[in-house]
């Protein structure tokens, strides 16, 4: 299959709730090996985004188009799991495997599966550990084994990094790159612009409409965010890598060291 085959094509897409627009003929193609972060104020429509990209909200207008036989998957926002759920880290990765099996318990192939994504992604010593003992970086990595069990071709993420610090921040961003670099396509949303955002190969600026799209030193100009979020912000380069400071906030903006794992676009 060729790159330039989109993997899921979005023609002209208008979603509403209640006769209220969310988005706006938004157009978006995701091919293979792609890495696109979708970045926009609350309330801009990223979320419905994933919606209909998964297949929850269906357009009013325009379509999406998805490659025969494509296989996606979804990881939630950390914040939004309940981690006293009594289940651990192995159970929480079965829990990802294809719907319509007959068998209740796990089979040694399954079971042999998930000890390989779980070694993949460096935490097979925690197969047996409770998900509500685990850091935030580890817990994220748990819900990304899930949906790798799954064998996607594309990866949705809701606000990946969302509430984590700056160590678990990178170490999440190294891992979403690796598994780029394996093949996966990877679509997420994210509020984090210059931890995330600044460092993927492209973005795509939300606000009911796409305001802009491309590498982030193309579409991180003040111009289109103040376009997207409503305020005038001005942005610096940091190592070849743009840095956007919040005009609240710009005497506290520690600009963040390159991301080694992303030298593509920079």
Known sequence: M???????????ITCAYGGEPALVNVRLDIRREDFIGVVGPSGSGK?????????SVAPVAGAIRRQK?????YVPQVEAIDWNFPITVGECVLV???AGRILPWPTKREKAEVADVLERLGIASLENRHIRDL????????????????????????????GVDLTTRH?????????????LSI?????DLNGIAAHLPTLVCLNQEVIGMGPPGTVLTPEVLERTYGARMEVLQHAGI???????????????????AHPRGH
């Open 187 to 191: 679509l997420l949303t994210t509020h």
């Open 242 to 260: 743009p840095v956007v400071l919040d005009p609240y906030d710009r005497l506290n903006v520690v600009p963040i060291k390159p991301s080694h």
């Open 69 to 73: 036989g494509l296989s996606v998957a």
């Open 2 to 12: 060729s790159r330039s085959t989109p993997l899921m094509s979005i023609d002209g």
């Open 47 to 55: 979320t419905t985004l994933l919606r209909a990209l998964l297949g």
């Open 96 to 98: 990802g495997r294809s």
């Open 135 to 162: 850091s935030g970086g580890q817990q994220q990595r748990v819900f990304i084994a899930r949906a790798l069990i799954r064998r996607p071709q594309l990866l949705l993420m809701d606000e990946p990094t969302s």
């Open 171 to 183: 170490e999440v961003l190294h891992l979403l790159d690796e598994l780029n670099r394996s093949g």
